[in-house]
């Protein structure tokens, strides 16, 4: 059975970094696209940042070069360097691992919460 699991989340000042991990179990981790996405209260969850398997990257425009995506296969591991924090990122952060086939899993969320 594949499980994502987030950890990492806290509380920050504007301006400040936050790191989020998140390990994949039950799968060839480095077959599949993992990802980021947020979502807040009455809000739709929108997609943060991916890397596929092949370390290609895509990033929301509200990153804005802040956050860097990155992925340790090996370990089935992924991270996400999140800097120069707005208190518009405060949200529920999510891990998401899509495997070769398609199929999507979601971690339980991490909460971000950026204070001005």
């Known amino acids: 059975q594949v499980r994502v699991m987030e950890s990492g989340g806290g509380s920050v000042q504007a301006g400040g970094s936050l790191t989020l991990s998140c390990a994949a179990f039950?799968?060839?981790?480095?077959?599949?696209?993992m990802g980021w996405h947020r979502q807040t209260p009455g809000k739709q969850r929108e997609l943060v940042a991916t890397i596929t398997n092949g370390g290609t990257l895509n990033y929301a425009e509200f990153v804005e070069g802040r956050f860097t995506i990155s992925r340790v296969n090996a370990e089935n591991t992924m991270s996400l360097q999140m800097n120069s924090l707005k208190p518009e990122d405060t949200a529920l952060y999510y891990c998401n691992y899509i495997s070769r086939k398609g199929s999507s899993y979601w971690g339980q969320g991490t909460q971000v919460t950026v204070s001005s």
């Open positions: 039950g799968t060839i981790f480095s077959f599949g696209t």
